[in-house]
T-cell receptor
Framework: KAGVTQTPRYLIKTRGQQVTLSCSPI?????VSWYQQTPGQGLQFLFE???????NKGNFPGRFSGRQFSNSRSEMNVSTLELGDSALYLC????????????????FGPGTRLTVL | QKEVEQNSGPLSVPEGAIASLNCTYSDRGSQSFFWYRQYSGKSPELIMS????GDKEDGRFTAQLNKASQYVSLLIRDSQPSDSATYLCAVGGYNKLIFGAGTRLAVHP
């Protein structure tokens, strides 16, 4: 079974620009979560989607948004980029067959490394 | 108080020794617990999951859970230099995982 894939793997943007990151979950997984990882803050939860619905959101400004498509693929968007948005953005998928939200194992993609200049 | 706490390390152990990694969490209602390994420049890789009190063994890895003490641990037996990485403890919340800051493990020959 193929793992979680993320595109692009690397991005360089300038302040004020916007960016869209893409994630394809493991086949059959309907839950997709996004995390931001920085050396100072560690792994921070951004949001989680299940069946095209955002079920949970972390403490990030509204510049961070996401969506999920009917095939469970997900995208996240960051508008008006700031220097502090430079980070590794990780997508993870999990099975959650009953849609209960009780966390089962999450499997991470390789991440997208975003650098904001 | 942080939701998930880990000693940042580095924890240095000789090759062949047992490495013991610890994690405490604040939410008594948590039901799922995970250990991830992350090599420098790579994404986290799931190595253990545990859902009930007691021990769970998988190869050289043993996860231990004590819900009364809100404590999770990971033991790595016969540590190898290839085990040198950052180990992240994660606790299942509602529709999300809450991660600790990670413990850096260094296994020296």
């Amino acid at each position: 079974k193929a793992g979680v894939t993320q595109t692009p793997r690397y991005l360089i943007k300038t302040r004020g620009q916007q960016v869209t990151l893409s994630c394809s979950p493991i086949s059959g997984h309907r839950s997709v979560s996004w995390y931001q990882q920085t050396p100072g803050q560690g792994l921070q939860f951004l949001f989680e989607y299940f069946s095209e619905t955002q079920r949970n959101k972390g403490n990030f400004p509204g510049r961070f948004s996401g969506r999920q498509f009917s095939n469970s693929r997900s995208e996240m968007n960051v508008s008006t980029l700031e220097l502090g948005d430079s980070a590794l953005y990780l997508c993870a998928s999990s099975f959650d067959p009953a849609g209960t939200g009780i966390q089962s194992e999450q499997f991470f993609g390789p991440g997208t490394r975003l650098t904001v200049l | 108080q942080k939701e998930v706490e880990q000693n940042s390390g580095p924890l240095s152990v000789p090759e062949g020794a047992i490495a013991s990694l610890n994690c405490t969490y604040s939410d008594r209602g948590s039901q799922s617990f995970f250990w991830y390994r992350q090599y420098s420049g790579k994404s986290p890789e799931l190595i253990m999951s545990i859902y009930s009190n007691g021990d769970k063994e998988d190869g050289r890895f043993t996860a231990q859970l004590n819900k009364a003490s809100q404590y999770v641990s990971l033991l790595i037996r016969d540590s190898q230099p290839s085990d040198s990485a950052t180990y992240l403890c994660a606790v299942g919340g509602y529709n999300k995982l809450i991660f600790g800051a990670g413990t850096r493990l260094a296994v020296h020959p």
